[in-house]
């Protein structure tokens, strides 16, 4: 039994003999499901285990191990071999923990094949042009989602989907929330500007230094392998998307105005 999740243009299909998770996963991936997994889908197989026990949140570790990435965290232990796209993961049967395994395995094949980045950070569709907002937690990502007026279409409040396109980068939909709790819709722009949030009083957009705009980007990007040539490719994306999109401070102040300046 399986269910085929794509996100960004990547597929990845989840096999479980757990038929009550999938269906629990069909649901929160609404939107996000491909009632056929095409040739080039990646392959994870869920062995599912008993609850955790209490006081198993041993903090996230992503190493490279004999050509196997090892992902271990309180609540699941993954395998993810990246020559033959398949891997394992051992976890008590929660949409959460898979969410988390999800993340990182499309962090690592994006900067493996030099395709994206995940940011953090809000991102939404205006006027056919998509848009990221960034930034550290309680910066304001959520802040500026809930105040998205008609017409804009959300892509996320969380998790950003940043891929490489023939003129530049796209932004992409993500089922990744935050605390909007609410998937984003699974559609793609082209990315036209990157905003770092910084509450004001006021409501402005300063422009960024292309020195400060890498530092700000790597800041920003989800990643978590400690390897030094998937770091180096990671660090060659953020190079490309500071000089081909926008990048600029966003002051703004949690009011509806602040979208005026968003064109």
Known sequence: MSVCIGIGGMEVRVECPDARFL??????????IEPIAGPNA???????????????????EVR????????????FRAEWNPSTARGTVRLHPNRYSL???LRIIHS???????QGLLLHGASAVRNGKGFVFSG??????????????AGVRLLTDEI???????????????????????????????LSALYFLRQSGDNRIEAVRPAEALRLIMR??????????LVAQVLDLAGRLAESVEVAWLDFTPDIRVWSLIR
């Open 160 to 190: 950003s989907y940043v891929h490489v396109s023939e003129k530049g980068f796209d932004a992409w939909g993500t089922p990744f929330a935050g605390e909007l709790a609410q998937p984003g819709e699974n559609i793609v722009a082209p």
């Open 42 to 60: 990646l392959e994870l197989v869920v062995e599912p285990l008993p609850p955790p026990v209490e006081g198993s949140d041993a903090e996230l």
């Open 99 to 101: 969410d988390s395994v």
């Open 108 to 114: 690592l094949e994006l900067a493996r094949t030099g």
């Open 23 to 32: 269906h629990e996963l069909r649901l929160h991936y609404a939107g996000f």
């Open 136 to 149: 550290p937690s309680g910066a304001g990502k959520t802040t500026i989602a809930r105040l998205a007026p």
């Open 220 to 229: 920003n990007t989800l990643f978590f392998a400690h390897d030094q040539a």
């Open 64 to 75: 490279l191990d004999g050509g196997l990435w090892i992902l271990e965290r309180g609540d």
